[in-house]
């Protein structure tokens, strides 16, 4: 019998330590208890999960006794964006309502979608008949991916993000008062402010749980249409192609898009405006905040012309990831943000598929939850890479968070894991160094990911999935 104490804590125990423990918990003791429990998941849903019971099966996986043997169950990014683009044009949501019951434990099929005639209407009505909150992605690629969380995984996840600002060891707990005392403070951010967009939902919860009522400011007061984001994605798409001009477009939804272009065509002008929101308003307070980097470097430089600097409490939450998105800064951009904001940034690593993240230390490392397990595959035949040393390969992970869904899935990221070393900044475990990179962005083209296992396992379980649905649409 196992002496690991952590084997008698629930997720939600482990979760809720103080992050000075957390992070100080031996590796080798948080390794048994996320197998205990990832073993436990693929047991629990692989008969509740039709998408993760057909690819187990393809792959012959009847059980997790390793970590590593749940690499060729983990599902490929394009996954939760198999649904055939078809029943998105055609309005068929009833179909789409029986490909998306294949991704989650939930029931589905008492949902009448039939009436449903955009995305967002269909989003609509699960978020209101079902325990669903939908999120999808930006659809860059031209296709939504749409991610079947529940509303108790949500509240969850907003929760353990807010708690990651507790800090660890000489870093500031700078969010202990809001989720203890029921501090409130104002909470802006650059973008939209509703929709279903994992961005907006996660604003969305901040502003329940620690916002300022009638102090929260968004840089369009809008919402964030799903099917203009689907629909910006086709166009880029079909611009790469070659193929605009076959695109079949409703005129409600083309009014939709042309709405949203004529937004973006003043959002020079919005940032600017809101700006000076920021400093005429917020000058002094405490705030909270999410923004892309080359929303705050922009910011940073507009604030250094004018001589200002310190603008916000110290005790302000702001975060941010994604890194520079091809904006040219010069080394110390960083603390030169951070001169700014009077603030520290707070950097994270993550993705619309999961829940559990990894955040930056001020080594500039990133370190994992204790609820995410980190996988790194060999980059061309998907095999697990040894959990030792120092290792580069593609990064999957496996979301323990994740129990209404399988968490398992495969990034397009090349990251470097350490092991075995622990970091300068005190934290116990393996950690990724910053020099995350796309393959799409390394390699060129689209990114061709190598799974292990069988080779075309992954293709058929989605084919499965989209034959399944295409019966439902022929009805």
């Not at 393809?58 to 060729?72: F, H």
């Not at 993000?161 to 707990?173: I, N, V």
């Not at 020079?268 to 307070?285: H, P, V, W």
């Not at 994992?368 to 580069?392: N, Y």
């Amino acid at each position: 019998m196992s002496s690991n104490p952590l084997l008698s804590l629930s997720l939600n125990q482990l979760l809720a330590l103080p992050n000075r423990e957390i992070y100080l918990l031996p590796a080798d003791q948080v390794a048994e208890y996320q197998l205990v429990l990832l073993r436990k998941r693929f047991s629990d849903l692989r008969s509740r999960i039709a998408a993760l019971g057909k690819l187990a099966d393809l792959q012959g996986v009847q059980e997790i006794r390793a970590i590593e043997d749940v690499a060729p169950v983990l599902f490929q990014h394009t996954t939760y964006k198999s649904y055939p683009m078809s029943l998105i044009e055609k309005r068929r949501f009833q179909a789409m309502t029986k490909w998306l019951g294949q991704l989650t434990v939930h029931d589905l099929s008492g949902v009448d979608a039939s009436a449903c005639d955009s995305i967002d209407s269909w989003f609509e009505v699960l978020d209101r008949e079902t325990p669903l909150e939908l999120l999808h992605s930006t659809g860059t690629t031209g296709k939504l991916s749409i991610i079947p969380r529940d509303k108790a995984e949500s509240e969850r996840f907003v929760r353990q993000t807010l708690k990651g600002f507790e800090g660890f060891g000489d870093e500031p707990d700078i969010v202990s008062d809001l989720l203890e005392d029921g501090v409130k403070v104002p909470v802006i951010y650059p973008s939209y402010r509703y929709g279903r967009h994992i961005a907006q939902r996660m604003l969305e919860g901040y502003i329940r749980l620690v916002g300022k009522p009638g102090a929260c400011k968004a840089l369009f007061d809008e919402m964030l249409s799903a099917d203009v984001s689907s629909l910006a994605g086709r166009v880029k798409a079909a611009e790469e192609r070659g193929e605009l001009d076959q695109l079949e477009i409703a005129p409600e939804l083309l009014e939709k898009y042309r709405q949203s272009m004529d937004r973006q065509t003043t959002a020079a002008i919005r940032l600017k405006e809101f700006f000076d929101f920021m400093m005429e308003t917020c000058r002094g307070q405490r705030v909270m905040s999410a923004a892309v980097v080359p929303y705050l470097w922009s910011w940073t430089q507009a604030a250094e012309a004018q001589g200002l600097h310190s603008v916000f409490a110290p005790n302000s939450i702001f975060t941010s990831g994604g890194g520079l998105k091809g904006t040219v800064a010069p080394p110390d951009w960083r603390a030169r943000i951070e001169r700014f904001l009077g603030a520290p940034l707070n950097i994270g690593y993550g993705m619309t598929e999961s829940m559990s993240g990894m955040r930056m230390c001020k080594h500039g490392h990133y370190h994992p939850a204790p609820s995410l397990i980190s996988i790194l595959l060999d980059t061309e035949t998907g095999e697990p890479l040894p959990r030792t040393g120092v290792q580069t390969g593609r990064f999957a992970l496996f979301d323990l968070m994740a129990e209404s869904y399988w968490g398992g899935f495969v990034t397009g990221d090349r990251v470097t894991m350490v092991y075995e070393q622990n970091c300068p900044c005190g934290r116990v475990g393996a950690y990724a160094l910053d020099d995350i990179r796309r393959f799409s962005e390394l390699e060129g083209g689209d990114d061709k990911i190598s799974c292990a296992g069988a080779a075309d396992a992954h293709e058929r379980a989605i084919e499965y999935l989209i034959e399944r649905a295409t019966a439902e649409a022929a009805r």
